[in-house]
């Protein structure tokens, strides 16, 4: 820095020397000052904000049981975006219709219906709409296949529906029932009182047909004439079938399994039972 010696006699006749003295004591403090980093400091980029989120898909409809993936992107202040699926909340309205993963976004169908789908962050949301549609009709199943029945005597078929989520259901009541040939064999239909019974009305054949939803199943069907008819092995029924003509299971009220009073009859015959001797005849001398 420059040195200035105006000297005490110097300052009392000069005022313009005070004056010089003062502007380099300042020049030499703002030029210190500057040099050790002083001053304005350097303008910062504002950090961003989010503006706005967005989801897609943003409407769509899928099975029961079947999954769909949401993706959120997220707007800023500086007009930029990115994906946001993994930061954002994810939830649904109704998770009776819909799950959802809260932090990927992948929403399963639960049952028919549908939900919003929401997607939040820092304040911020977005939503979709998911609707989950009722499974559909793949195929239909008749039972019993290609049985036989006698002319004047009836049989009960069965329909079975597989559906887009493979659940299956019969559907007996609610098929559409077809005779190939209703004079040799005739079946009944909604609204009658038992639909899918069957009645042979003459010798031949038949083909019986369920039909639901667009999709049908057959089973073809013999009469035979009265008396002749083939039944079904007792060892192969089930209580749908019919025994000899006669609609249900082995045993009465349609049942499969065998009542008390029939177990307790059953077991009292046994217990009469005498053992035989060498020659065939009933033995008292021998115990059971």
Not at 241 to 267: I, K, R, V
Request: aromatic share 4%; proline share 5%.
């Amino acid at each position: 820095m420059r040195q200035i010696d105006c000297g005490s006699s110097c300052v009392a006749r000069n005022s313009n020397c005070v004056r010089i003295l003062a502007f380099w004591l300042v020049l030499g403090a703002v030029l210190g000052y500057t040099g050790c980093g002083g001053g304005t400091p350097a303008p910062t980029t504002p950090s961003r904000t989010l503006t706005s989120i967005a989801v897609t898909p943003a409407s769509l409809s899928i099975g029961v049981g079947a999954s769909q993936q949401f993706t959120a992107t997220g707007t800023y202040s500086d007009a930029s975006t990115g994906k946001i699926t993994t930061s954002v909340t994810w939830t649904s309205s109704d998770t009776t219709k819909v799950t959802i993963q809260s932090g990927s976004g992948l929403a399963s169908g639960v049952a028919a219906g549908s939900a919003t789908i929401t997607a939040a962050l820092s304040g911020k949301s977005a939503t979709a709409t998911l609707t989950i549609s009722a499974p559909t009709v793949t195929s239909v199943s008749v039972s019993p296949l290609n049985p036989t029945v006698d002319a004047g005597e009836t049989l009960q078929f069965l329909a079975t529906a597989t559906y887009s989520d493979n659940s299956t259901r019969t559907v007996t009541g609610s098929t559409t029932w077809t005779s190939s040939d209703s004079s040799k064999a005739t079946i009944q239909n909604t609204p009658q009182a038992n639909p899918g019974l069957a009645t042979g009305v003459v010798a031949g054949s038949a083909m019986i047909t369920a039909t639901l939803s667009g999709k049908s199943g057959s089973s073809g069907l013999t009469v035979t004439p009265s008396g002749n008819a083939v039944p079904t092995s007792v060892m192969d029924m089930t209580p749908s079938q019919n025994y000899l003509g006669f609609q249900g299971g082995l045993y009465e009220n349609s049942s499969a399994t065998a009542p008390t009073d029939h177990d307790a009859a059953g077991l009292a015959a046994a217990g009469e039972i005498q053992p035989l001797d060498a020659n065939g005849n009933p033995s008292t001398s021998l115990g059971l």
